[in-house]
């Protein structure tokens, strides 16, 4: 039975993999026998209550599927529900579990994918990663028996994203066959890849049964988050452009969905803690003359903040640093023509605040416990409704006193003893979950309240850089690391799942604060023009005339290639893998553009030829020089790069003529 490819596998009955479904009923054992009971072909997609998920916009465009299975012993109900995309053949998959019985049920597992795969010759193909050095892309062999990846955080984690693909061995960025699953949730995941005894594979994703349960009573139903199943024959590019199409337009949303994004500059690296309204009114005229548009205020403008040891919840202006309040500084700053934008942490609660002293309870917590600190801070209990009520109304505030065109939402801290003491001990278990659904309501509320500003989800970095969160917020602070050569990997990585679009990517001072590193302002330039989300996060008033110079190149630079980096279609070229180059490319109609990067460079080599892709052979292309080429020059022989010294770029844009 172990090597029978089921679609919904369950325990008891002679499976002994991962059940997708497992149910501890009222008798004690967690035997489960769904049959089929009935399916609906129905047009479209729907949403699903409470939870981010990809949407359809014009009829036919997807297809859905409903079958329902029933256990008739316990009264256990599943319907699988699945939407195809008819232009890409993505599909949609998750599930609803039902307790139609008499007795109550506790879900224990709930995975809404659970693929069976012929053969099992392939490799594995997941983002592992670190604060810092987020989504690195790890292939591995599968080997014959069960790898798996996950994150009882709750949160997605920086260690490792919801996303993990099987690929043929022989598959590269262009050609072979890859399996991806990639799953619209941002708390504990747990994904993996198995094999069974008769060599096949089975690829599965869901909420990590570690940290979750799930109490059902009599008529009571669980309804999962969403997985995405994408299956390309055109290699690993091929798989991203499935995703990066559906996610940019059809998982985001709001006004800034297809609009290319303003350049901003953050205060973060520039001043740290140490700023008052002067400070920052200095830096946004300075950058309103290099030609920025939005100017962002980051941490430390409320309570007593001066370092991160208080006042997450005080979300009122520090009057020592802003004396005329959050008003009077974004007054100064739109009355320069600019946007304004403030960074919140709005799910934190710092021991030594008001709130904290006012609210003891309101935090994660187990009673009678130590309650762990990570960067001084508790994390707020969004399953409570009170709690949920706070932050929809803080955040609001701030919104609208500030009249903010753009905020930063960050999460600095994974969580511990994540137990709320609001619920009875039958569910406490439900703790995680319960918080991201909290989240997700909290965060659908504010998005749909203020639908012209610009959102940008953080955490620590990209921490939680998920498909849960772009659903909310267009786009995502990549990384902590500024880093221009490290970025490449980043976002290299991030970019097999996630489209450049949603890819916060900034200049910011050299030797860089993360790695100590010192690159060249063009190329820190190059590197962050192709995240959808460019700034600079640096002291603009202490460059140079010569380094100003070269930072209003940089942004017009970025300005110009805007709209071919949001809306065009992302290929990978060159892996940094090998620490000499990187290269990727966008491709739009009539342009493209072809982004290479020298990481260290070595004597005696012939200039490095890339060759493009996309394009049409028979055309004829001009860069930006002047020159002309032939499509399948560029693509069979290869554009000719000649960029010398450690750290170097060449960005060069193509028309075809
Ligand atoms: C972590 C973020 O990733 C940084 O950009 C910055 O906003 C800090 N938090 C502020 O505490």
């Known amino acids: 039975m172990n090597w029978q490819p089921f679609e919904v596998p369950t325990l008891g009955q002679g499976w002994y993999g991962t ?3 497992d149910v501890l009923n009222a008798r004690g054992d967690h035997v489960v026998d769904l049959r089929v009971t009935g399916h609906r072909i129905l047009p479209g997609k729907k949403g699903l209550p409470g939870l981010p998920c990809v949407y359809t916009e014009e009829a036919g465009e997807a297809w859905s599927l409903e079958v329902d299975l029933a256990d008739s012993l316990t009264g256990l109900g599943v319907t699988m529900q699945y939407s195809v995309f008819e232009k890409t053949g993505a599909v949609a998959r998750s599930m609803r579990v039902t307790n139609a019985g008499q007795e109550p049920l506790t879900l224990r597992g709930a995975f809404p994918a659970s693929v069976p795969i012929w053969g099992s010759d392939y490799d594995v193909l997941h983002l592992k990663g670190a604060w810092a050095r987020e989504r690195t892309l790890v292939r591995t062999p599968l080997g014959q028996g069960r790898y798996e990846i996950g994150s009882q955080r709750g949160a997605s984690g920086h260690e490792e994203n919801p996303f993990i693909a099987l690929c043929g061995k022989e598959t590269c960025e262009n050609s072979g066959e890859v399996w991806g699953i990639s799953f619209v949730y941002s708390g504990s995941f747990l994904a993996g890849a198995s094999t069974d005894n008769a060599g096949n594979a089975r690829l599965y994703m869901g909420l990590n049964p570690q940290v979750f349960s799930w109490h059902l009573e009599p008529g009571e139903s669980f309804q999962t988050p969403e997985t995405v199943l994408v299956h390309s024959s055109q290699g690993l590019n091929g798989m991203s452009r499935i995703y990066h199409e559906l996610y940019r337009t059809r998982l985001a949303r709001g006004a800034w969905r297809d609009r290319p994004r303003p350049v901003l500059i953050n205060n973060w690296e520039g001043t740290y803690f140490d ?3 002067d400070k920052l009114f200095q830096i946004a005229r300075e950058g309103k003359e290099l030609g920025i548009e939005l100017f962002v205020m980051d941490d430390g403008w409320f309570g007593q903040r001066n370092s991160d040891n208080c006042s997450l919840g005080d979300w009122k202006a520090n009057p020592d640093k802003l004396p005329r309040g959050l ?5 100064r700053i739109h009355g320069l023509g600019m946007l304004f934008g403030i960074w919140m942490e709005p799910e934190m609660i710092s021991p030594d605040s008001d709130l904290y002293r006012a609210h003891p309870d309101w935090c994660l917590h187990v009673e009678g416990r130590e309650r762990t600190e990570e960067r001084n801070q508790l994390i707020l209990d969004l399953s409570r409704k009170e709690v949920r009520v706070f932050i929809t109304e803080a955040v609001s505030s701030v919104l609208r006193e500030s009249r903010a065109d753009y905020l930063k939402w960050d999460m600095n801290r994974n969580m511990t003893e994540y137990f709320s003491p609001a619920l009875p001990p039958e569910r406490r278990m439900e703790t995680q979950h319960r918080y991201m659904l909290g989240l997700y309501e909290v965060m659908d509320e504010i998005t749909r309240s203020f639908p012209q500003v610009l959102f940008e989800s953080c955490s620590g970095g990209g921490g939680r850089f998920d498909p849960g969160l772009l659903y909310y917020m267009p786009q995502a602070w990549t990384s902590d690391n500024t880093d221009a050569v490290s970025r490449l990997w980043i976002q290299y990585g991030t970019s ?8 916060g990517a900034h200049v910011s001072a050299v030797p860089n604060h993360q790695c100590h590193r010192t690159t060249t302002m063009k190329m ?15 002291d603009v008033t202490s460059l140079t005339e010569e380094e100003k110079q070269q930072a209003r190149s940089v942004i017009a630079r970025a300005k110009e290639l805007r709209s ?15 620490a000499r180059y990187a290269a990727w490319q966008f491709l739009r109609e009539n342009e493209a553009l072809l982004c290479v990067y020298r990481i260290l460079s070595e004597p005696s080599l012939p200039p490095l030829r ?5 394009l049409d052979p028979d055309a004829v292309y001009r860069d930006e020089t002047g020159k002309l080429y032939s499509g399948a020059v560029l693509m069979y022989m290869g554009f000719s790069v000649g960029i010398s010294g450690d750290f170097g770029s060449c960005v060069m844009r193509f028309e075809k003529v």
């Open 327 to 331: 008003s009077g500084l974004s007054e």
């Open 564 to 578: 071919l980096v949001h809306q065009g279609t992302f290929y990978r070229l060159l892996s940094p893998q090998g």
């Open 496 to 503: 097999l799942v996630y489209p450049p679009s949603a890819m």
């Open 275 to 277: 700023f008052d309204e």
């Open 610 to 614: 890339v060759r493009m892709t996309g």
């Open 19 to 21: 059940p997708a479904v």
């Open 524 to 538: 820190r330039g190059d590197v962050a023009l192709c995240g959808g989300g460019f700034g600079f996060e640096l």
